[in-house]
């Protein structure tokens, strides 16, 4: 029988041998994005020495995508968009997009798109409100009973109109406040004046005389210095002309015989009548010699 004969084991250093351990290096690693974004946000040092932020990965169709931001929120919001045009195929219509707009910013632009046909017409509309529209805003808007206050006042102290038509125009505008609520010249809409003017039984040309004052009111509101309306809302009431008084009709001389003959029996006359008689060519004078009043 064979015997085989097992040697102990020398150890490496008594044998003369040199044993280096590999431990591996602890130097700095980059960091990689562990997350499982499709599209990756990795740190990109500039050549300029500046720090910036890189998206990268491949598009749905294979294309490569590498786009750097100086802002770490920015390349986040930049992936999201990426990633949903990926998953959602849509890279026009309905992609979110990186904005800096708040949500009542985003509402009031969604409102002007849809209410104008044409894109380039917001545009349009904001050069002209810088050019115009903001030079005649409403600063402040008192309320109807301190603004009638200063018309009223106002009206007193000019001497373009005769003191008939100054009396007409401050009882109308009276009327007018005295029957609608104390409202801001701001909140007085077309429905408020029609409102007014429905309470009143009168006739249409009685409404249209004083819807015309009403809108001297209105007007003088919106003159400089005060500015405290834009618009003038009478410009909007319409009322049909409607001609339901008797036309005017002659009277014979006996009429107005009669009539004159009231009338100097009246304790308290408040007529004032003028006659004026051309007599046909050959007839008498004496019908005019009888209406002759002194």
Not at 124 to 147: C, I, M
């Amino acid at each position: 029988m064979r015997t085989m004969t097992v040697r102990n084991a020398v150890p490496a250093e008594s044998a003369g041998h040199k044993i280096i351990p590999l431990v591996p290096s602890k130097g700095p690693k980059k960091q990689a994005d562990q997350s499982r974004h499709r599209f990756k946000i990795l740190d990109f040092n500039n050549r300029g020495g500046s720090k910036s932020w890189r998206v990268t990965g491949n598009r749905r169709d294979g294309s490569r995508v590498r786009e750097n931001s100086s802002e770490q929120g920015a390349a986040e919001v930049r992936r999201t968009q990426l990633e949903a045009e990926f998953f959602m195929r849509a890279h026009e219509d309905t992609a979110l997009r990186p904005t800096r707009l708040n949500d009542l910013q985003l509402r009031i632009a969604e409102i002007c798109f849809i209410r104008l046909d044409d894109d380039q017409d917001v545009l349009t509309a904001v050069n002209y409100w810088l050019g115009h529209g903001w030079k005649q805003a409403v600063v402040e808007s008192p309320r109807l009973d301190e603004a009638t206050d200063a018309f009223l006042a106002s009206l007193e102290s000019t001497e373009s109109l005769r003191t008939r038509s100054k009396g007409k125009r401050r009882s109308r505008v009276n009327m007018f406040r005295n029957s609608v609520a104390n409202l801001r010249l701001t909140e007085i809409t077309p429905e408020v004046i029609d409102k007014f003017f429905a309470t009143r039984q009168v006739s249409n040309l009685t409404k249209i005389s004083g819807c015309a004052a009403i809108s001297r009111f209105f007007s003088w509101r919106s003159q400089r210095p005060r500015r405290w309306a834009a618009v003038n809302r009478c410009h909007e009431i319409r009322f049909e002309k409607k001609h339901d008084q008797s036309p005017p009709a002659i009277l014979s001389v006996a009429d107005c015989q009669k009539l004159l003959a009231a009338a100097d029996a009246h304790s308290r006359p408040v007529w004032s009548i003028g006659c004026t008689h051309q007599p046909r060519r050959g007839a008498s004078d004496e019908v005019g010699a009888d209406l002759r009043l002194t």
